[in-house]
């Protein structure tokens, strides 16, 4: 069940709950979110900053480096996905968070 749905069920059912309980299903709906976004991200930046052919050598580079900025960001993100892949042809180096 995602976390939304368990969370969705939790305060509709009436029943009590606990701050510990409340904290860990908003923890998990909060950790889910970022993943989707993150995923969505890093779809938006394959399909936005694709290199062609037919781009010159110039634009070529400057799509790199957008989908490097897009991914790094999507980095930032995702809780989940600490390193995430590179896309190719970007080279991109993590610091400790």
Same mark, same amino acid.
């Not at 305060?11 to 969505?40: I, K």
């Given at each position: 069940?995602?976390?939304y749905?368990e969370t969705f069920?939790?305060?509709?059912?009436?029943?009590?709950?606990?701050?510990?309980?409340v904290?860990?299903?908003?923890?998990?709906l909060?950790?889910e979110t970022?993943h989707e976004?993150?995923?969505?991200q890093?779809a938006?930046?394959?399909?936005?900053?694709?290199?062609?052919?037919?781009?010159?050598?110039?634009?070529?580079r400057?799509k790199r480096?957008?989908k490097?900025?897009?991914?790094?960001?999507?980095?930032?993100i995702d /809780?989940?996905? /600490?390193? /995430?892949p590179?896309?190719?042809?970007?080279q991109?180096y993590?610091?400790?968070r």
């Amino acid at each position: 069940m995602s976390a939304y749905s368990e969370t969705f069920v939790a305060l509709v059912s009436g029943n009590r709950m606990t701050a510990g309980v409340v904290a860990h299903l908003l923890a998990q709906l909060r950790e889910e979110t970022a993943h989707e976004l993150a995923q969505e991200q890093r779809a938006y930046a394959n399909k936005a900053y694709a290199a062609t052919e037919a781009d010159p050598y110039a634009q070529q580079r400057i799509k790199r480096r957008k989908k490097g900025a897009a991914y790094a960001v999507a980095a930032l993100i995702d /809780p989940a996905a /600490p390193n /995430p892949p590179a896309p190719s042809g970007v080279q991109i180096y993590w610091s400790n968070r």
